[in-house]
Nanobody, 124 residues
Framework: QLQLVESGGGLVQPGGSLRLSCVISGDTVDYHTIGWFRQAPGKERERVSCISGSGRSSEYVDSVKGRFTISRDNARNTVYLQMNSLKPEDTGVYYC?????????????????WGKGTLVTVSS
């Protein structure tokens, strides 16, 4: 069973940057797709970005393309989300998650393991 712990959230002004980290334990890390998801107040949780176990494949929701970059360091059991040019609409709780299967997938309902989340607030 995987355990995932997020960190790196905080308050940032519009146009600023943050780097989120997700530390993974409990299984062979490079078997697992890892995804970043977010949930704004009063809204459903949505997919932000995912990366395959090898790190060779990744995807992003259209609203963050060109601003966010996902990466992973399997030697450190960590997946990162570099967020640049942040906007107020990026505000929310950011979660990292993984499916039980080693197959690649990137949807909220496809994830079986979730961290507790880290809050990102973009405001002046």
């Amino acid at each position: 069973q995987l355990q995932l712990v997020e960190s790196g959230g905080g308050l940032v002004q519009p146009g600023g940057s943050l780097r989120l980290s997700c530390v993974i334990s409990g299984d062979t890390v490079d078997y697992h797709t890892i995804g970043w998801f977010r949930q704004a107040p009063g809204k459903e949780r949505e997919r932000v970005s995912c990366i395959s176990g090898s790190g060779r494949s990744s995807e992003y929701v259209d609203s963050v393309k060109g601003r966010f970059t996902i990466s992973r360091d399997n030697a450190r059991n960590t997946v990162y989300l570099q967020m640049n040019s942040l906007k107020p609409e990026d505000t929310g709780v950011y979660y990292c998650a993984s499916p039980f299967t080693s197959a690649y997938m990137c949807s909220v309902h496809g994830m079986d393991y979730w961290g507790k989340g880290t809050l990102v607030t973009v405001s002046s």
